[in-house]
């Protein structure tokens, strides 16, 4: 009997050793709530991964519309839910992009937003995605489809209907181009500014690929003709979305057109800011001998329509589109199911606009 006891004794005393000797690691929960009492599991952190690939950093509009994504993905986080958003440079070039939204899949990102170099070419890149299984939210570049009659047709895009993950993001460009033309056909002369009963303009082009471009195009000049004023195009030129580009077209087109033009118009503010600078330098001013239109509502912009130096411009609403993107992606990241399409609308940007 005295053996057993003296055996049961060591064995406790033992186990006591052993547990004197493991190593206790406090849990972050129990460190930081030394009551066990009401102590929890620590909570587990989740990181989702996030590709985004923008179709070229050298874009004003396109710069203000990553830095919102990238920021609004921040505010959305918690404490057990984290986005390690990386972001590429498409540098305008198809074949780059591809080999990031490649890179994309190998490192297993578990989703990506792609804001596609050739709308074109989209359905090349929604393919990797869907046969890798990875969710994508396509913006800013809207891929049409086509219908029957080969008419461009949006909200059909096979790629993006076809596929429960696969979503387009933007703004009807439509919108934006008869907001434009309408500002125009709403000033006392109704554009005419010479004189000469008709509007004779000039027309620089983002990127003749882009639906924006297409759509702002057209719709500017139909918001007129719908409204029976006479036009003229006298030049129509491709300025690529960029400032220097739009400068020079508006450059050479004043040289040789001068006073018979009444209205630029410019598919975006960053050529306009440079068709701005051409006027001024061919001592012509806005509001008195010509009129000046763009579209995104740069804050510079804003701020000439404002004090006259602009005529108008329209609000590409980078905010609420990053916004949606980013919400739309945290959808699908959580697993639930999604629209194929979303809009955000532009809105008109004259002199009575108040923000
Ligand atoms: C348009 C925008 C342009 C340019 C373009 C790029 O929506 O107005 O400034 O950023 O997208 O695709």
Not at 332 to 351: F, H, M, P, Q, R
């Amino acid at each position: 009997m005295k053996k057993k006891i003296a055996f049961a004794l060591s064995l406790v005393m033992l186990t006591g050793l052993f547990a004197g000797c493991a190593p206790k690691e406090p849990t972050p929960t129990q460190a930081a709530n030394p009551d066990p009492a009401v102590s929890e599991p620590a909570a587990e952190v989740k990181t989702y991964n996030i590709g985004v690939s923008i179709y070229q950093f050298n874009d004003n509009f396109m710069t203000l519309y990553r830095n919102e994504l990238e920021s609004y993905f921040k505010s959305k986080e918690t404490d057990t839910v984290k986005y390690n958003v990386v972001t590429q440079d498409g540098k305008n070039d198809m074949a780059e992009q591809t080999n990031q939204i490649n890179n994309f899949i190998t490192q297993g990102m578990d989703l990506i937003i792609c804001n596609p170099v050739q709308t074109s070419s989209a359905d090349t890149l929604i393919d990797l995605a869907v046969d890798a299984g990875i969710p994508m939210v396509l913006i800013n570049r809207e891929p049409l489809g086509v219908d029957a009659d080969g008419n461009t047709v949006d909200e059909s895009y096979p790629g993006i209907v076809d596929n429960a993950e696969v979503c387009y993001v933007g703004a009807d460009a439509r919108q934006s181009g008869t907001y434009q033309g309408e500002i125009v056909r709403d000033l006392a002369d109704k554009g005419d500014i010479n004189g000469d009963g008709k509007v004779s303009y000039v027309m620089i082009i983002g990127d003749p690929e882009n639906p924006d471009a297409q759509y702002r195009t057209e719709f500017s000049i139909k918001a007129l003709t719908d409204a029976g004023i006479e036009v003229e195009e006298l030049v129509s030129n491709i300025g690529n979305w960029d400032t220097a580009q739009g400068q020079q077209i508006a450059q050479n087109a004043l040289n040789q057109f001068g006073d018979k033009i009444d209205v630029i118009f410019c598919n975006n503010d960053g050529m306009a800011l440079g068709a701005a600078t051409a006027i001024e330098q061919a001592g012509r001013k806005v509001g008195e001998d010509i009129y000046l239109l763009g579209v995104d509502a740069l804050e510079e912009c804003q701020k000439m329509v404002k004090d006259g130096t602009m005529t108008g411009t329209v609000l590409n609403d980078h905010i609420g589109q990053s916004h949606k993107a980013v919400d739309v992606g945290i959808e699908l990241l959580e697993g639930k199911s999604i629209e194929n399409y979303y809009w955000v609308d532009y809105v008109k940007v004259d002199a009575n606009y108040v923000k």
